[in-house]
C-alpha cells in the first residue's frame, strides 16, 4: 500500500527527519517549485540543546519541543506524516515505511545521530542516555525515584548507590547535565528531602581526553573545570570507562559503585540500512560540498546524519545544532536554484561560535576572535538560546521558567509522571 | 520491614491520598500535636476538574500537577512516601505498603473515587478513561494518532471509525470534554490536517438519564445542551450504552461505529480492600459526621473514597473537589481539637455553587440562589479556577496558556510524547 499523498505536477521532495537540518530546509525549500513531504517518527521537533533541562527538571518537555504540524501550518504543496523508514530502493525511487510506500523524485537524508556506546553492550544495557525526548523524561524520572528509594532504605551500600551520579563524558552534554545536577543538590533536595542527607550525593564526569569541552577552546576547558569543581562535581580525566553491571562502573582510574551511568560520550550518524556503501568511519553518509551523496544524482544527506568528505580529513564537520541548520537552508536554496536552472552554492561552515552553561550564573562562550566566561557569558547563552527557540510560545514559557527559577532558586516541577523499571528489574 | 519513618513522642496520623480531601487535611493539622505521615502512588497533586484539558491538548500535565514534596516545604514533623497500600492491619494498627510496614496512632483513608464500568467488562478493556494523568496523556496521544492515521488510510469506514468520538457520561467531565473536542473540531484540525475533511469528525455525547449535567439545575442542563448543539456535539439523552468491542458501540439508541469510546458515566469510591465491612453501594467507607468510620475510634475517611451515612439517604455527599477539600480542612481542625481535648465539630457541607464550561465563552454557573450561563459565565468559571490551583506558578502558567490560546484561536501543543497502543494492538 502505498501513502495517500496526493500526486501533482510538481517534483516531490521526500526529507526524513525534523531536527535542526529538516526543519531549516523545508523553511527554505519552495511549495511552488517542489511537492514537499516530511517525514519524522514523532509529531514534534525537539530544540536538543535543552534537553538536559528536562532530564534535570528545570524543563517540561512543551518548553522545548514544537509540533511539526504547527511550524509549517499554512506551507502550501507540504505533507507531513508519523513513520519510520526501513529502506529506501533507488532504482523504484520509492521508501518502504512503516505506514506504506512512497515514490520520490529527490530524497533527503536527514536523520540525525544516534548514541555510540562504542561497543560496550552491558553500557548500553544498564546506562541512560538522553537524546530523545522519552530518554530524557525517563532520565528525570530515575533521577527523582533514586532519592525516593533513598528515602526508602536502611542499607547504607544502596543509600550511596543510589545518590551516587556517573556521567560519562565531558563534551557539552555531560558538562551541562552536571552542572544541573549540582545545582539540584544545592537548592532543590535538601528541601525536597530533609529526611536525607544530601551531602551524601556525588556527581562524577568521567572523560577519557585530557580536558573537558573537548570541542571547544583550552580556555573555555579550564573555566569549565574550574565552574564544574566550585560546584562540587569531580572529575575524572584521561578516565575511561570499561564496563558497568547497573551497580558498579569500573573505569581505568577507579570502580564508581552507582545506580546511575550516564552515556554522553559519543554519538554516530543514523544512516537508513540501505545507503551504507558510502559510510564514513562514524557512521555518517559521506557526500559531496552539495550534500550529495555518492552514486545517486537525487539523494542528499545533511545535518548529523552526513559528512561533508573534504572536512576534517573525512571525518566531516562538527555534530552541532548550527552545522545542521546551515546545511538545511543551504540545501533548500540549492534545490530552489535548481528548479530555477540555475547553479548550486558548496556548502560552507559558517562558525558563529559555541557555548556551555554550568549552573547558575556560568558559561563559557567561544567567538570566532573573542573568548569569554562567567557571568556575563551566562546571560549571552541564556538570550542565545531564548532566541534560537522555534516559536514565540516557547520562548515566553522558557523565559518564565527561567525567570522564575533563577530568583526563587527553584527548579521546574519535578514530577515522576511515569515510574521508570530499571533494567534489571524488567 | 517497616518503613524508615522516626519515632517521635507524638501520635502518628497517616493519610493514604493526597487529592484535595488530604491536601488539606495536612494543610490544616498542626505539626506540635502530630506526626504526619502522608501516603500517595504518585509525587504529585492533580487539580482533576482540569485534568480533561490535559486530554484535549489545551494544557501541558505540568499546569494542573504540583509537586507534593513542594507543597509541604518546610512543614514540621512531616514525611511523605510514593506507595501502595496493600493492607490495613487494625489489631496491630499498622499498614502493609509497596515499601514495608508502617505503624499510625491515627488513620485516615482519603484514597479517592475509581472509575466504575458497572460491570460491562469489554468497556473496561476498550474503552478510554480521564482519572488519572497518565490516562489523560494516554487519551490526548489517542486523538492525535487518530488523525494521523486517519490520514493514510483509504478505507473510508475505517476513516469514519478514527473520527468519531463517542463520550459515555454527560456530567461536568463528559460535557467539558466534548466542549473541548468540538473547539479542536472547528479551530485547531482544520488547520493541523488541510488533507483531511474535518467536517467527518463527529462527537456524540451519550448520556442515560434525560438531562445533561443531572448534578446541577434543570436551566444549566437546558444551557449545556444549546451549547454542545451550537458546537456541533451529538447528544443522546436517555441512552444506555450496552456493548462495546472497540469498533461498534451498541447502544439503546443507535450503534455507533468509533475506535475511542471515552468512558465518563460513573466513579466509585476506591476504599482499601479489607476495610470493606463498612461499604455503601457505590463503594464508599460509611462514616459518622465526624468522619468517623464504624467500630473503629481511630480511623476516619473523607472525600470521595467516604460516605456521611446521614447525607442524601445514605449516598452521602456528592463526589466533588469542594466537598473532599471541605471535609480534609474540617478533619484537620477536629483533630486539632482532639489534642487540645476541646470538642470536634460534626461535618457540614457548605455548597457555594457547581459550574462547568462548554468550549470557548460558554459556561454554566449554579450558584446557591442565583444561576447564569455564557460569557459571564465564562469569565467566572476561568477566574475561579485559576485561583483554585495550588500554587503560584500553575496560575501564571496556565493564565498565559489561557490567553494565548484565546487570542490564537489556538491550543497546546498537541504533543504524542508516547505512542499509545489499542488494546487490540496490545
Redesign the interface.
Known amino acids: 500500500?502505498s501513502?495517500?499523498i496526493?500526486n501533482i505536477n510538481l517534483p516531490r521532495v521526500v526529507i526524513i527527519g525534523c531536527g535542526f537540518a529538516g526543519l531549516k530546509l523545508v523553511q527554505k525549500i519552495s511549495s511552488k517549485h517542489y511537492q514537499i513531504v516530511l517525514l519524522d517518527r514523532?509529531?514534534?521537533h525537539t530544540f536538543q540543546p535543552l534537553m538536559y533541562q528536562v532530564a534535570s527538571s528545570s524543563l517540561?518537555?512543551?518548553s522545548i519541543?514544537?509540533?511539526i504540524?504547527?511550524v509549517f501550518?499554512?506551507k502550501e504543496n507540504f505533507?507531513f506524516?508519523?513513520t519510520e523508514v526501513d529502506k529506501v530502493n533507488t532504482d523504484l525511487q520509492e521508501l518502504e515505511t512503516s505506514?506504506?510506500t512512497l515514490k520520490y523524485d529527490i530524497l533527503v537524508v536527514a536523520t540525525g545521530a544516534i548514541t555510540n556506546f562504542f561497543g560496550l553492550k552491558q553500557i548500553e544495557k544498564f546506562g541512560y542516555t538522553m537524546k530523545s525526548?522519552?530518554e530524557s523524561?525517563d532520565l528525570r524520572s530515575i533521577i527523582?525515584q533514586n532519592f525516593?528509594k533513598a528515602?526508602?532504605?536502611?542499607d547504607l551500600n544502596e543509600r550511596k548507590r543510589l545518590m551516587n551520579f556517573v556521567i560519562v563524558g565531558g563534551g557539552a552534554t555531560g558538562v551541562e547535565l552536571a552542572g544541573a545536577l549540582a545545582e539540584l543538590k544545592t537548592n532543590i533536595l535538601p528541601?525536597?528531602?530533609p529526611?536525607l542527607d544530601i551531602r551524601q550525593m556525588q556527581i562524577h564526569v568521567i572523560e577519557a581526553t585530557d580536558r573537558t569541552l573537548a570541542g571547544m577552546s583550552c580556555t573555555a576547558s579550564k573555566k569549565s573545570e574550574k565552574f564544574l569543581k566550585k560546584l562540587g562535581v569531580n572529575i575524572w580525566l584521561n578516565t575511561v570507562v570499561k564496563d558497568y553491571d547497573g551497580r558498579i562502573a569500573i573505569t581505568s582510574a577507579a570502580n564508581f559503585e552507582t545506580d546511575t551511568l550516564i552515556w554522553s560520550a559519543g554519538v554516530m550518524g543514523h544512516p537508513i540500512g540501505n545507503l551504507d556503501n558510502s559510510l564514513n568511519k562514524n557512521n555518517r553518509i559521506i557526500t559531496d560540498q552539495y550534500n550529495k551523496i555518492k552514486d545517486h544524482n537525487n539523494i542528499y544527506a545533511i545535518g548529523d546524519a552526513a559528512c561533508v568528505e573534504t572536512e576534517m580529513d573525512g571525518r566531516g564537520h562538527v555534530m552541532l545544532a548550527s552545522v545542521a541548520g546551515q546545511q538545511g537552508a543551504q540545501l533548500g536554496k540549492n534545490l530552489n536554484a535548481i528548479a530555477k536552472k540555475k547553479e548550486m552554492t558548496p556548502f560552507k561552515y559558517k562558525d558563529r561560535g559555541t557555548m556551555a552553561t554550568i549552573g547558575r550564573n556560568r558559561a563559557v562562550v567561544d567567538l570566532p576572535f573573542f573568548k569569554f566566561s562567567g557571568i556575563f557569558a551566562w546571560f549571552v547563552w541564556m538570550f542565545l538560546h531564548l532566541m534560537l527557540l522555534v516559536d514565540f510560545?516557547n520562548r515566553?514559557?522558557v523565559f518564565?521558567n527561567w525567570c522564575?527559577s533563577y530568583f526563587n532558586y527553584d527548579k521546574?516541577?519535578?514530577?515522576?509522571?511515569?515510574e521508570v523499571k530499571k533494567p534489571e528489574d524488567k
Open positions: 500500500m501513502l495517500n496526493p514523532n509529531n514534534y517540561e518537555p512543551d519541543v514544537y509540533p504540524r504547527k501550518k499554512g505533507h506524516r508519523i505506514i506504506g525526548l522519552t523524561l527523582l525516593e528515602l526508602n532504605t536502611s528541601k525536597d528531602y529526611d510560545r515566553i514559557v518564565i522564575w521546574g516541577l519535578r514530577l515522576i509522571i511515569r
